[in-house]
């Protein structure tokens, strides 16, 4: 379960998902390791369709090696998949505490803005009211 996050700019409301924004990088990179891998399967299977005919033992041997090379394929596929989702994971931490801060620094300057504000109220009040001698 991932956390949707969204921020209010200025006076319009303007969301933005950072999960969505993940999710189209990340698919575009997946799809991009999904067409290498096609691109792959493809050479094979015109490497293998010109190995035909063979005789049965040199066809049986040639079949387990595609076994096994689908399987490394399988297992390479799943560790990628398995360090992709760990580095989504380090990037929206990443990305969390960036605006942690900066929800922060606005804080201070809201305060230290505020404070401003009162002073000059304070000054503004105190030269209105200065009696004149005339």
Do not use: C
């Not at 505490?97 to 305060?111: H, V």
């Amino acid at each position: 379960m991932k956390p949707d996050m969204e921020e209010d700019v200025g006076d319009g409301a303007v969301t933005e998902s950072v999960e969505d924004i993940a999710n189209v990088v990340a698919s575009e990179k997946m799809e991009l390791e999904i067409s290498h891998i096609h691109e792959k399967i493809e050479r094979y299977t015109q490497m293998v369709a010109q190995m035909i005919p063979l005789d049965e033992f040199e066809t049986i041997y040639k079949l387990f090696f595609v076994s096994e090379l689908l399987e490394s394929g399988k297992t390479l596929f799943r560790d990628l998949s398995n360090e992709f989702e760990e580095r989504m994971i380090l990037i929206h931490k990443e990305q969390m505490e960036k605006w942690q801060e900066e929800i922060k620094e606005l804080r201070l300057l809201d305060a230290s803005n505020e404070n401003v504000n009162a002073v000059l109220h304070n000054a503004h009040y105190l030269l209105r009211n200065v009696p004149i001698d005339s």
